[in-house]
């Protein structure tokens, strides 16, 4: 018996998902473990693995759709079998296409409006009934119907012809402001898809629904003097120039979670500043002589690591009905990409060399500006980091992600007056600023965890033991 594929959850909290890419095609065989589609989540791309097996009997979603966890994309079965394409489909929320005609006669008559058929005429009374007297302006007449002007229903306006197009699709299109009347769907049967969407948006033609502002004088009943005086009337206010620009599944995630982070977790923040001479210095020395190229953030990350190794029950989640405590230090770093950015986890950072994280960095950023992460590197981490030095900022606070209990927000290094030994020198002097959740971790656990991450930046040679 065939088997219906349906879209998976691939990241934890979507909704909803797109078929990116499809890696089988109609008829191929298929077996447990085989990539069946690259699907794209709201911030990674992730193969989907098939779990059952069999011959691929049809395919319910066409390549850039985006559908509902759960819903429908393939059919799998016994070769030769008849796949429940039209109720697979009809599952996913959309109608179905309709038939094509066969004649040119049938294919005027598909065009035309759906209108309402006329009543079926009253019987003739055997006698004649008492004249009705004819409605004066202002009294409803009681043998018309409601929004008519005559005994039949009204048909629909020329040029609304039904348009075929899923809940998701219909949703965005009223998100957006898109009359879908307005469109001509790519998809099957002029199915109207989510790229269709995307490209009206980009070519900047988008039909926003909706007539224009009410000017409060009507021409054609206004007084001559009620005209005059409106005509008169001078415009004080011009309505203000600006784009709306459409919301990413990207930016619609990070908006949902970190207003969550800030609504249900407890931040509170400690600021610190450290003497980042030494730490440049090492370096410069490591790159001179290193194949990989070591960033700060890299040297940072260690240090971070090596902080945990120093105060343990630091490296710590909220699980709702306990704390859980990691033996392994897994740091999530924030990667700016076009629309948003990501926070891809980083393994076992304690036990990496520098010249090992340096090159795991570099791959999952180059990976994260390119889409292709994985789901699992955007899971889990006890703690994040932040850095925004090299755009020149001096010092912010950065908001939690979910789960994890912390994150540490880098400013740029810049030259500072300090004082040494009572006397005052110049040093390169970074800021950078914990948030942390408070159910995780208390003032005094994340102070400690603070100064030991300062020590090991202003002493890195301990960094690489």
């Known amino acids: 018996m065939a088997s219906i594929v349906r879209m998976p959850e691939v990241l934890a909290g979507a909704s909803e998902a797109a078929i990116a890419t499809w890696l089988v095609a109609k008829g191929q065989q298929v077996s447990i473990g085989v990539p069946l589609a690259e699907v794209e989540t709201e911030k990674a791309i992730v193969e989907y693995n098939a779990e059952v097996e069999g011959t691929v009997l049809d395919l319910l979603v066409t390549e850039g759709d985006t559908v509902a966890v759960g819903d429908p994309i393939l059919v799998v079965g016994a070769p030769g079998e008849t796949p429940p394409g039209a109720g697979a489909r009809n599952a996913v929320g959309e109608p179905a296409a309709p038939p094509e005609p066969e004649t040119a006669s049938e294919a005027a008559a598909a065009r035309e409006p759906e209108i309402a058929p006329e009543p079926a005429a009253a019987p003739e009374p055997e006698t004649a009934p008492e004249p009705t007297p004819a409605p004066t302006a202002g009294t409803p007449d009681p043998n018309r119907s409601e929004g008519s002007t005559s005994g039949t229903p009204a048909a629909a306006p020329a040029g609304t012809a039904r348009r075929f197009a899923s809940p998701i699709v219909r949703r965005l299109a009223k998100e957006r402001g898109i009359e879908l009347g307005s469109l001509t769907g790519t998809g099957p049967a002029g199915r109207i898809t989510r790229r269709d969407l995307d490209a009206l948006a980009a070519g900047g033609s988008v039909a926003v629904s909706g007539g224009s502002e009410p000017t409060g004088v009507d021409s054609a009943t206004a007084s001559p003097r009620a ?61 001179g002589h290193g194949t990989a190229r070591v960033s700060v953030t890299d040297l940072l990350l260690k240090a971070a690591a090596g902080a945990f190794g120093v105060v343990p029950d630091a490296n710590a989640v909220w699980a709702e009905s306990a704390i859980r405590r990691f033996a392994s230090v897994d740091i999530a770093l924030a990667v700016a990409i076009d629309g948003g950015l990501v926070t891809p986890v980083l393994r076992g950072v304690d036990r990496m060399s520098v010249g090992a994280l340096a090159a795991a960095t570099a791959d999952v950023i180059d990976r994260s500006r390119a889409g292709r992460l994985k789901q699992h590197e955007l899971e889990g981490g006890s703690f994040a980091i932040s850095n925004l030095g090299m755009y020149g900022v001096s010092e912010f606070s950065a908001i939690i992600n979910p789960p994890q209990s912390g994150i540490l927000a880098v400013g740029a290094a810049q030259e500072r007056a300090v004082v040494e030994d009572g006397s005052i020198v110049v040093r390169r002097v970074m800021t950078v600023t914990l948030s942390a959740d408070h159910r995780v971790l208390d003032g005094a656990l994340a102070a400690q965890w603070l100064a030991a991450f300062v020590d090991l930046v202003e002493h890195p040679l301990r960094i690489l033991l």
């Open 227 to 287: 005209a005059s005086r409106a005509t008169a009337t001078p415009v004080t206010e011009t309505a203000a120039e600006y784009e709306d620009v459409p919301l990413s599944g990207m930016r619609r995630a990070i908006a949902r979670r970190l207003t969550e982070s800030k609504s249900t977790v407890p931040h509170f923040y400690l600021v610190a500043d450290i003497r980042m001479d030494a730490l440049l210095a090492l370096r410069s020395e490591i790159n």
